[in-house]
């Protein structure tokens, strides 16, 4: 039995998760990010899963890029790990939808709570999010092996959301203050981001993950004009590093 994990992760909760997760079920992992180029992806696997953050209720921009790429020789278990900070909105139904359009269903969508890299929880309850990561994983192992199937079907149209394409409606942009360093374009998995005179300068297909904020070493980066988030603290997952986000784009 072949299980293939696909991961998209901007700050390491996601990594941290599908990692995990992927020694538990014995699956192979495969990141969203290092899939851009490919224009067709064939998927074979018994059992597929993707591991993501919900953004608005949805999944990130590059994860439905590449489920459009996708074409299923047979019809897999099809799971979904999502975390988030406080609510998975809808993200089971669009899920399901998108799958549809590959001839495939959604079988099992589950969720993993964990810190906010966007809005902000309290420190207490993104401190108890990270200690109880692994047993939460833990607790959606007994679904997975049992092969759960439920309906995520929609009646009828769902709301798109502003992330349905790549495009920078938050208006995440660079000062002058940035120094260049590079790490921005690196970790950008859009390839959003290039150096023009020494500077960083962000286009217009953005995914909106916050790479480029939360791994800024300076505070050159906005990840928002709102008044709560403008300049929230950077975070990333603990146990994540620079290299382990930008070494996605080539695993
Ligand atoms: C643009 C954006 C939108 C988000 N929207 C939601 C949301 O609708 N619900 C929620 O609970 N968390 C939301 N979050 C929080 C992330 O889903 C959460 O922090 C996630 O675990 C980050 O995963 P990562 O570290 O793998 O990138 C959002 C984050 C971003 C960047």
Not at 14 to 20: M, P
């Amino acid at each position: 039995m072949k299980t293939t994990l696909y991961v998209f992760s901007a700050t390491g909760n996601s990594l941290t998760t599908a990692t995990i997760l992927s020694k538990k079920i014995n699956a192979e992992l495969v990141c969203v990010a290092s899939t851009r180029a490919l224009s067709e992806i064939s998927e074979n696997s018994d059992a597929v899963g993707f591991v993501f953050p919900v953004y608005y209720g949805n999944m990130p921009y590059p994860v439905r890029e590449m489920i459009t790429k996708m074409k299923f020789s047979q019809k897999p278990y099809i799971f979904t790990v999502a975390t988030y900070r406080g609510h998975a909105g809808d993200v089971a139904r669009r899920m399901d939808a998108l799958l549809k359009t590959r001839g495939v269903t959604l079988s099992l969508s589950l969720g993993l709570p964990m810190p906010g890299n966007s809005f902000i929880n309290k420190p207490e309850t993104d401190r108890q999010y990270l200690a109880e990561q692994e047993a939460n994983i833990e607790a959606l192992l007994p679904a997975l092996s049992a092969k759960e199937i439920r309906d995520y079907s929609a009646d009828g149209a769902i709301k798109e959301t502003p992330i349905d394409t790549a495009n920078n409606f938050r208006g995440i942009t660079a000062e002058d203050t940035c120094i260049g360093c590079g790490r921005c374009v690196r970790v950008c998995p859009m390839n959003n981001i290039t150096l023009t005179n020494g500077k960083a300068v962000i286009g217009d297909r953005c995914a909106t993950c916050l790479a480029c904020f939360h791994w800024c070493p300076v505070e050159a980066i906005w990840m928002s004009k709102q008044e709560n988030i403008a300049r929230r603290s950077k975070y990333h997952h603990p146990d994540v590093t620079f290299e382990d986000i930008a070494g996605m784009k080539n695993k």
